[in-house]
């Protein structure tokens, strides 16, 4: 199985810059994906990483190490709507997805 | 309209009953999953579909069942629901191309008492 580690909550000001950490240990690795989830909604797609380095869309941004099994979503210019659950899932050789538990940021005015 | 969707958006059942949730989509896609998502816990596969002919189980299958009916069709089945099935279920889809995002329905939020 597949071993998913994320912060459980994180709180932040509006206008400011969270970074929000994901570990993983995995048997096989064919890519890493940010989800977005507000409370009681679907988990939406917000990026994905299969090459080490980072990706760039809008205000988040997405890294990825492979050898160091560590990533991390980086949420910009904060906005009220951006509080919500953010859910760390890496695919596996089988091209199944484990999901982390996810973080739940909190955008403070 | 919605690429996917679940029915119902709601249920409560109790202890003993069958029931069966339903999922579509109008993507296109070839892979489906259900997955539940219990609080402070990530979501959890529960079975996956591949193609029409294709049936797996997840992580934590027991106690459920699948049935792909058609390549828009997916639906899952609690047998003799118990209590600790009341979570939130998850349906998603996903093509089979070399990134295989998997996009989610609405959710359907079961209670078992």
């Known amino acids: 199985g597949q071993n998913i580690d994320q912060p459980t909550e994180m709180t932040a000001t509006e206008g400011a810059i969270v970074q929000i950490n994901c570990t993983y240990q995995t048997s096989g690795f064919n890519g890493l994906f940010w989800y977005q989830q507000h409370a009681g909604e679907a988990p939406t797609f917000l990026s994905y990483n299969v090459l080490d380095g980072l990706e760039e869309k809008g205000r988040f941004s997405s890294f990825l190490s492979r050898s160091k099994g560590y990533s991390y979503l980086l949420l910009k210019e904060l906005q009220m709507k951006d509080s919500a659950s953010y859910l760390c899932a890496v695919r596996d050789g089988d091209y199944k997805l484990s999901f982390g538990a996810g973080t739940t940021v909190t955008v403070r005015a | 309209d919605a690429d996917v969707t679940q029915t119902p958006r709601n249920r409560i059942t109790k202890t003993g009953k069958r029931i069966m949730l339903e999922c579509s989509q109008t993507k296109g896609h070839d892979r489906m999953y259900w997955y539940r998502q219990d609080p402070g816990l990530g979501l959890q596969l529960i079975y996956y579909?591949?193609?029409?002919?294709?049936?797996n189980k997840g992580e934590i299958s027991d106690g459920y069942s699948v049935s792909r009916q058609a390549q828009a069709k997916f639906s899952l089945s609690l047998e003799s629901a118990i209590p600790n099935q009341t979570a939130l279920y998850f349906c998603?889809?996903?093509?089979?191309?070399?990134?295989?995002?998997?996009?989610f329905g609405p959710g359907t939020r079961l209670l078992v008492l």
């Open positions: 998603a889809t996903s093509d089979s191309g070399i990134q295989e995002t998997q996009y």
């Open positions: 579909s591949f193609d029409v002919k294709d049936i």
